[in-house]
């Protein structure tokens, strides 16, 4: 039986644990996974750093830099090797989507093409009306200063959340075949929903989430089942919340538990919760 958590960092990303990777890897081990992938916020394209609108703050720490590219594939398969019959470490990252720069992405992915066994496709940055772009998980501060309609007229934000979704779908769906692609948390957006107290996505967002699954299943890619937000206070679900889970379930989509640690510690965390709902939807209650 695999046991596999599909989505997990390093002390590269640089806004998590300064742990080794062999701790995460040993959690891993310790809590019965047969297949464990490492998958740090690749580099952001140099000219997306160079023009970043974001908060300071987030500038060096979304993701690993490009100097350390070879340093993080070194300790990649150094763990390979250390707990090879152990556990099936695999090679991995997660991309960020950013709008007007799919071709420095597609050039990246490329270049690594035969390094990479598996990605996580994510949307963490957004563009917002005054052409500014901003992390939509940095802190509840970020999102209303960069997003203000997030307490007013959240569904224009889910909107351009699920639309730029969708670009991201657009932009796989142009990536060579043999790329393993794994569409990251898909309800990131909802992060701080306790906090702006966000209602449910409304019909027309509903039928916009309907349309991704649906591309999702024809490009035969995956969804991260992300247990990230059940640790988050101010998130309480899975990413994509249940209900989505159930549709991409009828869909026949592959769903892959991610943890999402950012620490050795959250290795694996919740995956139960996952399974027996998977069970349950399986079962059809
Ligand atoms: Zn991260
Ligand atoms: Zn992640």
Redesign the pocket.
């Known amino acids: 039986m695999v046991k596999k958590d599909g989505h997990t960092?390093t002390r590269f990303?640089h806004?998590?644990s300064d742990e080794r990777l062999d701790n995460y890897i040993e959690q891993a081990i310790s809590l019965g996974f047969t297949t464990y992938v490492v998958t740090e916020?690749a580099p952001l394209p140099t000219e997306f750093l160079a023009h970043f609108t974001g908060p300071v703050a987030a500038q060096n720490s979304s993701a690993m830099l490009s100097a350390e590219l070879t340093s993080y594939q070194k300790e990649v398969a150094r763990v390979q090797k250390k707990y090879a019959g152990q556990i099936d470490v695999k090679r991995g990252f997660?991309v960020d989507y950013l709008q007007n720069y799919e071709s420095d992405i597609r050039q990246f992915l490329l270049a690594q093409a035969d390094w990479i066994d598996e990605i996580v496709l994510s949307v963490h940055f957004l563009t917002n009306h005054d052409q500014l772009v901003a992390p939509i998980d940095f802190d509840p501060k970020t999102l209303a200063t960069y997003f203000p309609k997030i307490t007013q007229s959240p569904q224009v934000i889910f909107e351009n959340y699920l639309a730029t979704i969708q670009k991201s779908l657009d932009f796989a769906a142009t990536l060579p075949d043999r790329f393993v692609v794994r569409i990251g948390h898909l309800t990131l957006i909802r992060k701080y929903q306790k906090y702006f107290n966000l209602p449910q996505f409304d019909s027309s967002n509903q039928l916009r989430i309907d349309n991704l699954l649906l591309q999702i299943k024809n490009n035969h890619f995956q969804l991260d089942l992300n247990t990230a937000g059940l640790r988050k206070p101010y998130n309480g679900e899975t990413y994509p919340t249940t209900n989505i889970i159930k549709k991409a379930h009828d869909l026949d989509i592959e769903m892959v538990y991610g943890s999402?640690a950012?620490e050795a510690s959250a290795v694996g965390q919740d995956y139960h919760v996952v399974e027996s709902f998977l069970t349950k939807v399986k079962n059809k209650y």
Do not use: F, N
């Open positions: 960092h990303s806004h998590g916020h997660e999402d950012h």
